[in-house]
């Protein structure tokens, strides 16, 4: 217990009843707004520009995120955190410039409605069943790391505290909607952010500023602490020659391409007021997540200077902030870092449930649900999502490994027929679904190939130090397994955009490529230079855009 004979324990733990109560009485308040599923989806569509941003950063800006960045730097440097918090920031760059502009535009109340009106009823099976699948394991992962924290900063039965965790995230949840969580998000963010600031800036002191974390810099496995590239001699993470550089990629694309196609990320920019707004919110988030979450894995690089050697670096940013801060912020900092697990989990919940009551029902009962029908639907789909994610989590009980399925299945299964769509206008609905069922089939040869071969298991010894869970599988060929899986992802990226082009093309008279309409069934126009994101700053702190206002 990380707490254990810390005076001020009880500060602490007042702080995060606290927040508890907050993020209660926020779901009560926001219910009582939510008139239907449009409010409890996406907001309205009401968001400003400052919420919009916030709600996105704050959504990606885990608990587990931040602890497992310093833990990882403690051992890789900059190479082992390529995966979040660089990765992830590029993501919402791309998105920002390629993506969120168009699904704003097009008023889709899921990603999945993309896919429904872009191609055919089969890829939006697919879609669903990869969103849903994905939120459980990645709602499971945190529901683990919640049960971790508890177990392991206040000595609670980790069982015990998963069900404590889920069971308030999904309370508020079901009441408020997209209003609670992104309320919640601003005020998340800005408790996170600080709380990580002071951290850093306190042990920047404590090894003589800048210049110290500079000079001598190491960590435990890399030589290079700050360099993001494979290095000669040591390669990435230990793996060397192509097979370094296959996982290199994978890293940056893991989540800087495979969460583009999520429902958590474009939700925020579909609630967005205006187009602008959205393309802007994805900019700021993305400023805002590199430039905070850098400190994560720079406080690890720190500690590594000041304290080599540790056996245990699970908690190391709590160390870190019990050993140089006050105990004021010390104890605003933990319960910060404990609210930022649920405003993970609240958007994974909603995300799931919404591509189920949007999207999967009517395809089912060949009728879309309307008003309160509608709105309750989607409520108990938020307690189912939150139930199943409980037993998967009770299951597996790692965060690691659940993590890599949630993103990975959407790199190599959703994001080649979103991208294709959105700017190919012979992107076909064959080509879709072969990218999408040969890119998931690929990628489950390829790990078993990568496995058996060896080559995902190069450094085994090494490699098994780098899962940021909370308790670290020890058996080698578990953790050579996982980083098959990763290394596999780049060879069914690859396969998904082969077969995307190959069979569009070869399909068009057979299967013609559909004009991609809103989510009225109005045309869109495809011209590129409407989708990208590059549109007037100002217009982001407006209402409604000036294009908007002369299109209307």
């Given at each position: 217990?990380?707490?254990?004979?810390?005076?001020?324990?009880?500060?602490?733990?007042?702080?995060?009843?606290?927040?508890?109560?907050?993020?209660?009485?926020?779901?009560?308040?926001?219910?009582?707004?939510?008139?239907?599923?449009?409010?409890?989806?996406?907001?309205?569509?009401?968001?400003?520009?400052?919420?919009?941003?916030?709600?996105?950063?704050?959504?990606?800006?885990?608990?587990?995120?931040?602890?497992?960045?310093?833990?990882?730097?403690?051992?890789?440097?900059?190479?082992?955190?390529?995966?979040?918090?660089?990765?992830?920031?590029?993501?919402l760059?791309?998105?920002?410039?390629?993506?969120?502009?168009?699904?704003?535009?097009?008023?889709?109340?899921?990603?999945?409605?993309?896919?429904?009106?872009?191609?055919?009823?089969?890829?939006?099976?697919?879609?669903?069943?990869?969103?849903?699948?994905?939120?459980?394991?990645?709602?499971?992962?945190?529901?683990?790391?919640?049960?971790?924290?508890?177990?392991?900063i206040?000595?609670?039965?980790?069982?015990?505290?998963?069900?404590?965790?889920?069971?308030?995230?999904?309370?508020?949840?079901?009441?408020?909607?997209?209003?609670a969580?992104?309320?919640?998000?601003?005020?998340?963010?800005?408790?996170?952010?600080?709380?990580?600031?002071?951290?850093?800036?306190?042990?920047?002191?404590?090894?003589?500023?800048?210049?110290?974390?500079?000079?001598?810099?190491?960590?435990?496995?890399?030589?290079?602490?700050?360099?993001?590239?494979?290095?000669?001699?040591?390669?990435?993470?230990g793996?060397?020659?192509?097979?370094?550089?296959?996982?290199?990629?994978?890293?940056?694309?893991?989540?800087?391409?495979g969460?583009?196609?999520?429902?958590?990320?474009?939700?925020?920019?579909?609630?967005?007021?205006?187009?602008?707004?959205?393309?802007?919110?994805?900019?700021?988030?993305?400023?805002?997540?590199?430039?905070?979450?850098?400190?994560?894995?720079?406080?690890?690089?720190?500690?590594?200077?000041?304290?080599?050697?540790?056996?245990?670096?699970?908690?190391?940013?709590?160390?870190?902030?019990?050993?140089?801060m006050?105990?004021?912020?010390?104890?605003?900092?933990?319960?910060?870092?404990?609210?930022?697990?649920?405003?993970?989990?609240?958007?994974?919940?909603?995300?799931?449930?919404?591509?189920?009551?949007?999207?999967?029902?009517?395809?089912?009962?060949?009728?879309?649900?309307e008003?309160?029908?509608?709105?309750w639907?989607?409520?108990?789909?938020?307690?189912?999502?939150?139930?199943?994610?409980?037993?998967?989590?009770?299951?597996?009980?790692?965060?690691?490994?659940?993590?890599?399925?949630?993103?990975?299945?959407?790199?190599?299964?959703?994001?080649t027929?979103?991208?294709?769509?959105?700017?190919?206008?012979?992107?076909?609905?064959?080509?879709a679904?072969a990218?999408?069922?040969?890119?998931f089939?690929?990628?489950?040869?390829?790990?078993?190939?990568f496995?058996?071969?060896?080559?995902?298991?190069?450094?085994?010894?090494?490699?098994?130090?780098?899962?940021?869970d909370?308790?670290?599988?020890?058996?080698?060929?578990?953790?050579?397994?996982?980083?098959?899986?990763?290394?596999?992802s780049?060879?069914?990226?690859?396969?998904?955009?082969?077969?995307?082009?190959?069979?569009?093309?070869?399909?068009?008279?057979?299967?013609?490529?559909?004009?991609?309409?809103?989510?009225?069934?109005?045309?869109?126009?495809?011209?590129?230079?409407?989708?990208?994101?590059?549109?007037?700053?100002?217009?982001a702190?407006?209402?409604?855009?000036?294009?908007?206002?002369?299109?209307?």
């Open positions: 217990m990380v707490l254990e004979g810390y005076q001020y324990a009880w500060l602490v733990f007042l702080f995060i009843a606290l927040f508890f109560v907050v993020r209660i009485l926020v779901g009560v308040w926001a219910g009582r707004k939510v008139q239907d599923n449009t409010d409890y989806i996406v907001a309205g569509r009401r968001l400003p520009i400052h919420m919009a941003a916030a709600s996105i950063m704050a959504t990606w800006f885990a608990a587990e995120t931040l602890m497992g960045a310093s833990e990882t730097a403690y051992d890789y440097g900059f190479q082992g955190v390529v995966f979040d918090p660089f990765g992830a920031a590029a993501c760059f791309i998105s920002g410039f390629l993506f969120v502009r168009l699904m704003r535009r097009a008023k889709y109340l899921t990603i999945v409605d993309f896919f429904e009106r872009r191609y055919n009823k089969l890829t939006v099976v697919l879609s669903v069943i990869a969103q849903v699948l994905t939120y459980f394991s990645w709602t499971a992962a945190q529901i683990v790391a919640g049960g971790a924290i508890a177990q392991g206040f000595g609670l039965d980790p069982v015990w505290g998963m069900v404590l965790v889920i069971t308030i995230v999904a309370g508020y949840t079901m009441m408020g909607g997209m209003m969580d992104t309320m919640l998000d601003f005020f998340q963010m800005f408790l996170t952010s600080i709380g990580i600031t002071l951290v850093f800036v306190f042990m920047l002191k404590a090894v003589g500023g800048f210049p110290g974390l500079i000079e001598g810099a190491g960590s435990t496995y890399v030589s290079q602490p700050f360099n993001l590239l494979p290095i000669k001699g040591e390669g990435y993470l793996y060397t020659g192509a097979t370094g550089w296959m996982y290199w990629l994978a890293a940056w694309m893991a989540i800087g391409l969460s583009v196609a999520t429902q958590d990320l474009m939700q925020r920019s579909m609630a967005a007021r205006n187009q602008a707004t959205s393309v802007y919110g994805s900019y700021f988030a993305g400023v805002l997540y590199l430039f905070f979450g850098i400190m994560s894995p720079l406080i690890g690089i720190m500690t590594y200077k000041l304290s080599p050697g540790m056996e245990d670096t699970s908690y190391l940013l709590v160390h870190a902030a019990m050993s140089h006050p105990a004021l912020l010390t104890a605003i900092f933990i319960a910060a870092l404990v609210s930022a697990l649920m405003s993970t989990s609240d958007s994974s919940l909603l995300a799931g449930a919404s591509a189920v009551t949007e999207n999967l029902i009517p395809l089912i009962t060949g009728k879309k649900m008003g309160k029908k509608a709105l639907a989607t409520r108990i789909m938020v307690l189912v999502n939150a139930v199943v994610a409980l037993a998967i989590a009770l299951w597996a009980q790692t965060i690691y490994e659940l993590s890599v399925v949630a993103w990975t299945l959407l790199l190599v299964g959703l994001f027929p979103f991208a294709f769509g959105m700017y190919w206008k012979k992107a076909n609905s064959s080509g679904n990218a999408f069922i040969g890119g089939v690929v990628w489950i040869l390829a790990t078993f190939f496995f058996n071969t060896g080559l995902g298991g190069q450094s085994t010894a090494v490699v098994c130090e780098y899962t940021p909370m308790g670290a599988f020890s058996d080698g060929w578990w953790c050579s397994f996982w980083d098959s899986v990763y290394i596999a780049f060879t069914a990226f690859i396969s998904a955009i082969l077969l995307m082009v190959v069979v569009s093309l070869a399909t068009q008279k057979k299967d013609p490529a559909k004009k991609l309409v809103d989510y009225y069934g109005e045309p869109i126009d495809m011209n590129p230079r409407l989708h990208l994101g590059a549109l007037p700053i100002k217009d702190f407006r209402k409604i855009s000036k294009e908007e206002k002369d299109a209307t």
